[in-house]
T-cell receptor, first 111, second 113 residues
Framework: DAKTTQPPSMDCAEGRAANLPCNHS???????VYWYRQIHSQGPQYIIH???NNETNEMASLIITEDRKSSTLILPHATLRDTAVYYC????????????FGPGTRLSVLP | AAGVIQSPRHLIKEKRETATLKCYPI?????VYWYQQGPGQDPQFLIS???????DKGSIPDRFSAQQFSDYHSELNMSSLELGDSALYFC????????????FGNGTRLTVT
């Protein structure tokens, strides 16, 4: 699976949009981009995933560049509860194949 | 909606003892994954099962074994426990078909003393 690069930490003001970047310059054509987050000591939580089109759900939006070498997770109105470690993972969609976590971005939402 | 259930939530064992962790996947999910997360570390993949067969293997020690049963629940068996085995153990499940992401349980915190 392709390696990803994320900034180790970011701050965001409460109520503002949080834009979390991820670089995956060696991504292959059949690899998807997944985003998970982990709030302190809880199980990782699935947020969103996509292949090449932008995606949106009730939690976030995922913007993937046209060349697919990078993506951005957008939390439109960050709250204090969004403080967590966010993981960008690139993976072929095969059953049983694992997700590789780390290192991720520690997002701190500030009041 | 039903989630992944793990038991027990907390477990305290002594060195050289054995431990068994259980995972009940989301109904109709046929794939189960186990992860280990040490203090201050990212989750590390241990092993996964699809339709009761091992499908992928990560950094699982030889002292550990796991299996998936006919009802799709899974158990992680750990023997000759060491202090370094103290960690959070997460189980996740997914559907093999379609673009199904992994859904994680809230983990079992194992403390080895």
């Amino acid at each position: 699976d392709a390696k990803t690069t994320q900034p180790p930490s970011m701050d965001c003001a409460e109520g503002r949009a949080a834009n979390l970047p991820c670089n995956h310059s060696t991504i292959s054509g059949n690899e998807y981009v997944y985003w998970y987050r982990q709030i302190h000591s809880q199980g990782p939580q699935y947020i969103i995933h996509g292949l090449k089109n932008n995606e949106t759900n009730e939690m976030a939006s995922l913007i993937i560049t046209e060349d697919r070498k990078s993506s951005t997770l957008i939390l439109p109105h960050a709250t204090l509860r969004d403080t967590a470690v966010y993981y960008c993972i690139v993976r072929v969609d095969n059953y049983g194949q694992n997700f590789v976590f780390g290192p991720g971005t520690r997002l701190s939402v500030l009041p | 909606a039903a989630g992944v259930i793990q038991s027990p939530r907390h477990l305290i064992k002594e060195k050289r003892e054995t431990a068994t962790l259980k995972c009940y996947p989301i109904p109709r999910h046929d794939t189960v994954y186990w992860y280990q997360q040490g203090p201050g570390q990212d989750p590390q993949f241990l092993i996964s099962f699809y339709e009761k067969m091992q499908s992928d293997k990560g950094s699982i020690p030889d002292r550990f074994s796991a299996q998936q049963f006919s009802d799709y629940h899974s158990e992680l068996n750990m023997s000759s426990l060491e202090l370094g085995d103290s960690a959070l153990y997460f189980c996740a499940s997914s559907l093999s078909r379609g673009l199904s992401p992994l859904h994680f349980g809230n983990g079992t915190r194992l403390t080895v003393t």
